[in-house]
């Protein structure tokens, strides 16, 4: 158990003697959770980074609506402190089932999906101030990545060149401590949305033509892809390309990527890259490469309803953003970063790409 | 009423003399001319008594031999006890035999009462009961002759050591007159009860179960009348017994005179005639309820007629002019404002508008009143302007004389307490609820309405509330739709009570809802008595005893969610505190055992819990609260058949009334009073002329002498005088309750 490990546990038994404490006094024992809403999360003009507000809305126990919350929580927290005491970490999808049981005589569970017990941990790492990672939990591995770089993972020597066509499988823990970068000769980190649009650039070996860490979020980046960007980006210094659909959702998984999100503001510190550049798919692509109209796809209300939110977020209130989103609006089309296929089936890694870099056609 | 009556009047009245030149001659016409016999119009009309068909002639059959069974012992003061068998003899056919407890009836009259239609004595009075037109038990065994050609068997005894007959009785259907069949007819038949009659008629029917069967007939009427011990053994299935819960008959109710607004035309004219050498004045003085001396001179005036004349002498114009007067004081207008915006959408004519259901109007009337304010009765409706309404009210009351409505000593209702008595014999349920109105008048006739209900426990919870109508006690199985009860409760907003309920819809819940009308003289919508004809007057009592209950079930419904929410919070945070000190005994080491009594003892500053034991060590509480109060109040009377002393009681029911009380006062404050909502029944009044006057006196009603008008239309409310105990007096000590409350 290193130091981190007992600052924790402290934390995780402090929560618990607050609230024996209360319930000692007569009080009605609460914990104060951070809020994580839009609400609560504002834009750091001067970072370019979200943060987390300073309110926090109270779970008391004694309370017909928070109570078993509450509960949860100690039940998670119980959890925790067995994985740090000894020296394991678990998925939260381990730690859903391990706390799963049925309450009493009742029929009614203490977790009834995972969907139930996700929030709960996030709750606890904002209410203790504590990493998922220093909880001893981990999410599965999502993501991929290759490139000319050889990373040491829990002990391991890890050619990152010599991946084939799977690549390495981001885990979800990429702190210092399991994960040291080595030697490399990458110049920059091509970040992609799409697993198969990875896949497409490993074939055609991108990464090595063009010297770059080629990685992929499957979707929406999760923790581990993130932390690993910002790492990348700030102790080698490479500078972060994004390459998404071109839609709301696309745009929105790159400004988490160089913003941090909502739900999570409190680790944005140290997951965003404020200087993560968009490379496209943009909306004003399908002229400048004169992508034919019938591989567009048409917005859909849903859509039209997301592009308006990112309109008045903070940190998409730079005109040329503004000018990006209205754009789709107006056309009311969407790209797939596929549609560049029509266009031939390495335009991608031949044309697209390599053009748009040497021509700093990116938003930032 | 008479239907068959009247008709064989008028028919013989009007039959015309053959003109000379026709295809017959007065005289060939003659000799086919005779009495239209009512046995003989009975075949021909049998659906108008309710022998329609063969499952309605069986439940007719017993309805008829029940009926006469509870009047009979009501008259003689007997608490009845009444046995009904029915046995199925052959397919299709059944043998219902029904034995009562009551006075028994002399032989000589045994042959006329079961085999004469129209003899009896109900008919020739003025008094609330069930049977009114003699024609019912006479009409069942002759249904019984006319499908199975088997007499009706008859046993009665008239009282201890007397004889017992038994007689076997036809009804000759051409002449109306009784046979008796039986050879052995003057033998006495041993029979051990000390008095009483057995009625045995075999007819085609059909049993069956259901809504309108013989079997709800009978539990109904179980609930309408506690003081009845019935018996029932149906043609399939186990046998019933239902022992009595009350042991005092009800009240017997007063013969009155006829009102003025009530007479018809054959009774004036039979009372005129029979008069002697009395004037027409002192006539109607004294043959009619609530004829002053002024009132029979204007009654006179108004019809043209000298009051000194002697009454016999009065000729046909006379006597239908002295008529209209009489009945047209009982017409009544819709308030003014409802009627002009009627009229206004209406596409019928005035006369039309007039003579609608329960305005009283006869046609003559509605006309006459029309043309002397200067309209034309046929005119359009909705062309007529609001000025010549105004003037249609004034000719109204230009052609009225003002006459007290009847005394209420005619009307008996079951009373709040019993009506419980009776839901519970009937109902399992959580809640029961009665509330009897004071009496009010329509059309001159006074009557009371009672509504009870029975909810929770085993009724049934995802189907329309269960109704039960009744009509001076006796149940009302057909027609629900069309009938006056119906649509009052429909009227009323259950939802507000906690209930669901679809627009125009019966409630749905677990809900029984009991409606009582008693009156001398209830409006049926037909002569099949099937259905109450929609008086405003009634329509509006009825829903207001309804809405009583329905305030006392909301309370009881919204006091058991409160419950229910409480003992759901204490068990939720019971169970997380478990689960809780679990986890904070894993993290910190502290005893589990210790954690949770923590937990707990910090409970109980933060959750509000009920102060009963929790559900499940017998029920949710509350409920039996009001199971507890009535049943309480039973055990004091049951041990010996006597009231309980007067002191006794009226102490009980202050107590019971100031915990009422105080569970009003707390309502708010739910679980507090949780327990004490409940006392569903009604605070009984101490009886009148005990001394305990002074509160009744204090709210304005005199002991049995005033009324009180309290609305335009003729609505009014009086207390009936001291010999007729009950309801109505309750009402009044409890609405005397409610206004010193607000005082």
Known sequence: MDERDEKTLKKITDLAYQALVSARMGKNPSLEIPVRALSNVNFDEEARVIRMGESKQSRAFFHFKQAKAYMQTFLIAERCKKLIEAGATTSIRDIYYDAKHTIGNTKENTFDEQAESDPIIEDLEVTIDALREELHLRAENKGAMVGPMTVRDTGDEIDLRRMGSGGWSVPSIVEENRIQFRSHEAEYVLFVEKGAVWQRLNEDRYWKTNRCMLIHGGGMAARGTRRLLRRMHEELNLPVYVVTDNDPWGFYIYSVIKQGSINLAYESMRMAVPRARFLGISSFDADRFNLKSNVSIALTDEDEKRAEQLLKYDWFKDRRWQDEINRMKKTEKKYEIEALSSLGIRFITEEYLPHKIKSRLWLD | ?743
């Open chain 2, 1 to 743: 009423m008479t239907t068959d009556g009247t008709a064989d009047e008028t028919k013989e009245a009007t039959t015309p003399s053959a003109a000379p030149g026709r295809r017959a001659t007065a005289e060939a016409m003659a000799t086919k001319q005779r009495d239209i016999s009512v046995s003989e119009f009975f075949t021909k009309n049998r659906h108008l008594l309710g022998f329609d068909n063969p499952a309605k002639a069986l439940l007719t059959t017993v309805k008829e031999a029940v009926d006469n069974a509870l009047d009979a012992c009501e008259e003689a003061g007997i608490a009845p006890s009444i046995e009904v068998q029915i046995d199925e003899v052959s397919e299709g056919r059944y043998r219902v035999r029904v034995e009562d407890n009551g006075p028994g009836i002399v032989k000589e009259q045994i042959p006329k009462i079961f085999a004469k239609l129209l003899y009896g004595s109900k008919f020739h009075r003025l008094r609330q009961s069930r049977g009114q037109q003699g024609i019912g038990i006479s009409a069942a065994g002759m249904y019984g002759q006319l499908t199975t050609g088997r007499p009706v068997v008859v046993v009665s005894k008239i009282g201890e050591g007397r004889p017992a007959w038994r007689l076997e009785v036809r009804i000759d259907a051409r002449t109306n007159n009784p046979e008796v069949l039986n050879k052995d007819r003057d033998k006495t038949v041993p029979w051990e009860k000390d008095h009483g009659t057995a009625v045995e008629i075999e007819l085609t029917g059909l049993y069956r179960a259901g809504r309108t069967s013989v079997d709800a007939y009978l539990e109904q009427t179980v609930v309408a009348n506690p003081h009845l011990e019935l018996k029932y053994k149906p043609p399939r299935g186990a046998s019933s017994h239902w022992p009595r819960v009350a042991d005092t008959l009800p009240p017997e109710a007063q013969e009155i005179k006829p009102h003025p607004h009530g007479v018809e035309l054959g009774m004036l004219i039979k009372i005129l005639h029979e008069a002697g050498a009395r004037t027409v004045h002192q006539t109607l003085v004294e043959e009619f309820s609530r004829v002053t001396d002024a009132v029979a001179t204007e009654l006179c005036q108004r019809a043209g007629v000298d009051p000194a004349m002697l009454a016999p002498k009065m000729d046909g114009p006379q006597i239908e002019a002295l008529h209209g007067v009489m009945v047209s004081s009982q017409a009544v207008l819709p308030p003014l404002r409802r009627f002009a915006t009627r009229l206004a959408k209406s596409e019928r004519t005035l006369r039309d508008e007039m003579l609608d259901e329960g305005s009283g109007f006869s046609q003559g009337l509605a006309d006459g009143v029309a043309r002397r304010a200067e309209i034309e009765p046929t005119a359009k409706a909705k062309l007529v302007t609001p000025a010549q309404i105004e003037k249609l009210y004034a000719s109204l009351a230009q052609s009225q004389v003002k006459i007290l409505p009847p005394p209420a000593t005619c009307v008996v209702p079951v009373g709040e307490e019993l009506i419980i008595g009776g839901l519970k014999r009937r109902f399992k349920a959580e809640f029961f609820a009665a509330h009897t109105r004071p009496p009010a008048v329509y059309r001159g006739n006074p009557f009371v309405v009672e509504a009870g209900i029975a909810f929770g426990g085993e009724l049934a919870k995802d189907e329309a509330a269960d109704l039960l109508r009744f009509a001076n006690r006796v149940p009302l199985l057909y027609q629900p739709r069309a009938c006056g009860i119906t649509e009052a409760v429909l009227k009323v907003d259950w939802k507000s009570y906690g209930l669901q309920q679809r627009k125009g819809e019966l409630p749905v819940g677990p809900l029984a809802i009991f409606v009582h009308l008693a009156s001398v003289w209830v409006p049926f919508t037909s002569e099949a008595k099937e259905a109450v004809a929609h008086y405003d007057e009634i329509v509006k009592e009825i829903r207001a005893a309804l809405m009583e209950c329905g305030r006392k079930l909301g309370t009881f419904v919204k006091a058991k969610d409160a419950e229910r929410w409480e003992l759901e919070r204490k068990t939720l945070f019971e169970k997380y505190i478990r689960e809780l000190a679990t986890s904070i005994h894993a993290i910190t080491g502290v005893a589990e055992q210790k954690v949770a009594e923590d937990f707990q003892a910090a409970m109980t500053k933060h959750v509000h819990l009920p102060t009963r034991a929790p559900a499940g060590e017998g029920g949710v509480s509350g409920a039996p609260a009001a199971i507890e109060a009535s049943e309480a109040s039973e055990e004091a009377r049951s041990p010996s058949d006597l009231p309980p002393a007067q002191g006794e009681d009226t102490a009980a029911e202050t107590d019971e009334g100031s915990a009422a009380e105080a569970a009003r006062d707390d309502s708010d404050d739910a679980p507090a009073s949780v327990t004490s909502v409940a006392p569903i029944k009604a605070p009984k009044a101490p009886r009148m002329g005990d001394g305990d006057d002074e509160e009744q006196m204090s709210f304005g009603f005199g002991s049995g002498s005033a009324f009180e008008d309290v609305t335009p239309n003729k609505t009014r409310r009086y207390t009936r005088p001291a010999a007729s105990a009950g309801a109505a007096k309750k009402a009044t000590v409890r609405d005397a309750a409610k206004h010193s409350d607000r005082t």
